[in-house]
């Protein structure tokens, strides 16, 4: 087993699926003789040449538009979009056509593209560069969202995807890009889409998070058992769509004290969803509110970037309500 | 198996369709069925395009889907089936590779485009029809732009009403060939688009037609007549399949 970062893991799951199957394809700008903006795709143009792994004209709804295309012929593409930012060009196409044609042709045709997309701040990258739009696509019926935290996750969850017979969002959390390392193997294997993960067990509260949150609200567990004796429950949702209600509402029940975090806005963030499912079937568990640490309700900021995201602090202060007696 | 039909079979297929079609626009004003989108006098044109497939070639058509199925061998009776119980026929459009019911009047393009580029080494075109309406839509440049620059094996034929601009020109920007025809003679648009089919599949690349069409006119007066019987049983047999059905459901 290799030590792997979440690109490195991401590169590997490609790779894996490229070997095993010629149907296949990587397309998106730059994904091939300079190997992604993130280098994600490093080494595959070399490997599996232009016929699989396609420089792309800019613009993402052509991204998308063709992929469907390729997937209605029978091939599995795997589009990059370079920055989830950038995705809202391709959004008519992700949602009035990728996530539809299952539906309106009877099942007769499926569209199984996978559109692979970094989103998240904390890199210092502005307005464009940082938002995490998870949201827009769990509200489309049609469409599978995937979000991991760990390398281990990004490869099994990854291979998951691209086996699936419909489309898939998978957004990479890109501050923990390279940050997040662990054991990865160099051979295949899957996670199943629809299963949460604990990360971290406990019995006093319960912290539902995905992504780059799941490390900030580990630091935040970490100093409430420190300094408060706390014992924080940690949820990776993994996957927001289908989403594992019963690993998150058994901890609820399990602890009665519910937070959840995510860097989107709070408003019609993810967070509620997950706050009204939690409340819908642990109501009577509950021992205090359900409390939403999230982004804030403005455009993404260029400067008061550490002011926007959750940080552990913020999350801690939130585990202190929960908890008061 | 899909039939393709001879050019003997072209007028016959002009008159079957645009039978067909304006029985579905009275269903449709009389409130029987839901909206239905007119052929509107441009049946030489889509009859004839649908006409220059092979047997292998997918379509992606628009709203006038009864066009590419009564020329690739579906029963008329399906197709009023589809109209009284939509997705009646879904298998059988699948079947004879008719992709249909994209949501905008461009949002097919890439589509076509992608599906031409995969199926490129398979001896298979790809026929995209659109409206000129369409051409003014960002995706007609990006599905039109990513055949160019993939070299994909797709024919784009745009129905043109006279007085609209001209739309051949649009290619030299995109460095693909461009032919405009008059989409009022069925055999003319045939051959066109059959050799605009048979380059693309040798690897030269895209081609957009022009074909040049006269709205609103109605070519062939004694349509309702010639196919009268047929399609009035057909309509009387999809009305009770729609009875039966909403029955069943309670």
């Not at chain 1, 995937?146 to 086996?163: E, F, H, M, N, Q």
Request: hydrophobic share 45%; proline share 5%; charged share 20%.
């Amino acid at each position: 087993m290799a030590t792997m970062n979440i690109i490195q893991a991401v590169n590997s799951a490609l790779v894996n699926a490229m070997e095993a199957d010629a149907n296949v394809v990587v397309l998106g700008e730059d994904v091939g003789k300079f190997g992604g903006v993130f280098r994600a795709t490093a080494g595959l143009h070399e490997k599996f040449g232009s016929d699989r792994v396609i420089d792309t004209p800019l613009s993402e709804s052509g991204i998308i538009g063709t992929a469907i295309g390729m997937a209605l012929y029978g091939m599995n593409p795997v589009a990059e979009i370079q920055f989830a930012d950038f995705i809202f060009p391709g959004y008519d196409q992700i949602v009035s056509e990728l996530a539809k044609y299952r539906y309106r042709s009877g099942g007769h045709f499926t569209t199984p593209v996978v559109v692979r997309t970094p989103y998240g701040g904390g890199i210092k990258g502005g307005l464009y560069h940082s938002q995490s739009p998870e949201s827009l696509f769990a509200h489309i019926a049609g469409l599978k969202v995937i979000i991991p935290s760990s390398p281990y996750d990004a490869k099994g969850l990854l291979l998951s995807a691209i086996a699936d017979d419909d489309p898939v969002i998978f957004m990479e959390p890109k501050r923990v890009y390279r940050a997040a390392r662990g054991e990865v193997p160099e051979t295949p294997y899957t996670i199943p889409l629809g299963e949460a993960h604990i990360v971290h067990g406990g019995d006093d509260v319960t912290v539902v998070a995905y992504g780059a949150m799941v490390h900030t609200v580990l630091e935040a567990a970490s100093i409430a058992k420190d300094e408060h004796d706390l014992n924080v429950e940690v949820v990776d949702v993994r996957s927001l769509v289908p989403l594992d209600v019963d690993t998150i509402v058994d901890s609820a029940k399990k602890t009665g004290r519910v937070i959840v975090v995510h860097e989107a806005p709070k408003t019609c963030g993810f967070g509620a969803e997950l706050t009204a499912t939690i409340q819908e079937a642990a109501f009577w568990h509950l021992e205090a509110p359900i409390e939403r640490v999230t982004g804030l309700d403005t455009p993404f900021p260029h400067t008061l970037e550490d002011e926007y995201l959750p940080d552990a602090s913020r999350i801690v202060q939130a585990l202190l309500r929960a908890t008061d007696e | 198996m899909i039939a393709t039909p001879s050019s003997a079979d072209l007028h016959e297929l002009v008159g079957l369709v645009q039978a067909t079609d304006m029985r579905l626009q009275q269903l449709a004003h009389d409130g029987i069925i839901g909206p239905h989108h007119a052929c509107a006098g441009e049946e030489p044109t889509l009859v004839g395009a649908a006409a220059a497939l092979d047997e292998n070639d997918w379509v992606f058509w628009g709203s006038q889907v009864c066009v590419p199925a009564l020329t690739r061998g579906m029963d008329v009776g399906l197709l009023f089936s589809e109209a009284f119980t939509p997705g009646a026929t879904q298998s059988e459009l699948a079947e004879r590779k008719i992709v249909t019911k994209t949501h905008g009047a461009a949002a097919r393009l890439p589509h076509a485009t992608g599906l031409a580029w995969a199926a490129r080494q398979d001896g298979v075109a790809v026929l995209c029809e659109l409206g000129d309406g369409a051409i003014s839509d960002a995706d007609f440049h990006v599905g039109v732009n990513f055949a160019a620059v993939m070299n994909a094996p797709v024919v784009f034929v745009v129905r043109n009403g006279v007085d609209a601009p001209a739309v051949t020109p649009r290619a030299i920007g995109y460095g693909i060939r461009s032919t405009r025809v008059d989409g009022m003679e069925a055999t003319e648009v045939k051959d066109v688009v059959s050799n605009a089919l048979d380059e693309a599949r040798t690897g030269t690349g895209p081609v957009l037609i022009e074909a040049v069409t006269q709205r609103g006119r109605q070519t062939y007066k004694g349509a309702n007549i010639a196919f009268g019987e047929q399609i009035e049983s057909a309509i009387t047999a999809a009305e009770r399949a729609r009875h039966a059905t909403r029955a069943a459901r309670g």
